[in-house]
């Protein structure tokens, strides 16, 4: 039996439906802080268990049976330590036999700020002693795409990457790789560094979106202070312009590059080309 944390959410829907494309639905659960937002995966014969990181309580029933449980990283930054330790300690109360967790790309040496509870919670794994696998993801293709139509309407993507190259991916290329891992066998121990085959700059992408939608977008790279300001005049809320921020700022330093392709060996074909995510935006 897999459980799989967070599955409500962006990633956690995804590795569902990449699990149910390998097991048999009544070998998957789906845990969930609110069990009426998954009524369409308990229709189709997944087992739906209700459960909070903030409520520890909730967690040793949820896991209980589980031979594999993927912990999705929490959404709430700057709380994801003690969240993430709940899970743990509750997994291993449970007999967990294995544990994977969705890190960030290079977390031992990122120069992103928001590797610090990433390395904090591979450190809870490792003293925990159980058996388990890090799945490194990198960025999101994504995080970049969803600003398309923003930087339609001005012309411009705004960012503090510089020149930085960025191996992105789409959420669904790390949410097969998750399921892969999952079903596979002799997983312990390992860590999987999980990025897209091509990387690119900010001002590439500009130029993509300039290529495909026929409106000439360019890019422009700002101080990070002026990148802030500018998220926080579009309405952004202040934990999300601060990650933003200064994630750009992470891969002005080499922080979202890798070019060891481990994600597309790992689901066995190309991870998502950027022009591709560029046209699914669009359309």
Do not use: C
């Amino acid at each position: 039996m897999i459980v799989v944390t967070g599955a409500s959410g962006q990633l956690g829907r995804l590795v569902i439906e990449a699990l149910l494309n390998k097991l048999p639905a009544d070998e998957i659960v789906a845990t969930v802080r609110h069990p009426e937002k998954v009524a369409d995966l308990a229709k189709r014969g997944v087992q739906i268990r209700q459960a909070d990181y903030d409520q520890p309580a909730s967690l040793a029933a949820a896991f209980e049976g589980a031979d594999k449980l993927l912990l999705i990283s929490a959404s709430e930054v700057g709380r994801r330590v003690p969240q993430h330790r709940a899970v743990i300690d509750a997994a291993k109360v449970a007999g967990v036999g294995l544990l994977a967790y969705t890190s960030i790309l290079h977390a031992d040496i990122s120069p992103l700020p928001l590797a610090a509870e990433h390395q904090e919670t591979e450190s809870l794994i490792r003293a925990s002693g159980l058996p388990a696998v890090i799945l490194r993801n990198g960025w999101y293709t994504e995080n970049y795409t969803a600003g398309i139509p923003t930087a339609l309407q001005y012309g411009v993507v705004l960012g503090s990457a510089g020149q930085g190259r960025i191996t992105s991916a789409a959420r669904a290329d790390y949410a097969e790789a998750a399921a892969a891992v999952l079903t596979r066998d002799e997983q312990a121990g390992r860590i999987y560094e999980l990025a897209g085959d091509e990387s690119y700059t900010l001002g590439e992408l500009a130029d993509e979106i300039t290529r495909q939608s026929g409106q000439a977008v360019a890019y422009r790279d700002l101080p990070e202070s002026e990148f802030k300001a500018a998220l926080l005049g579009a309405g952004l809320p202040d934990f999300l312009v601060t990650l933003l921020a200064e994630s750009d700022v992470g891969a002005s330093k080499g922080g979202l590059f890798d070019d060891g392709r481990e994600l597309s060996a790992l689901i066995g074909r190309p991870s998502t080309p950027l022009a591709e995510m560029v046209r699914l935006a669009l359309r």
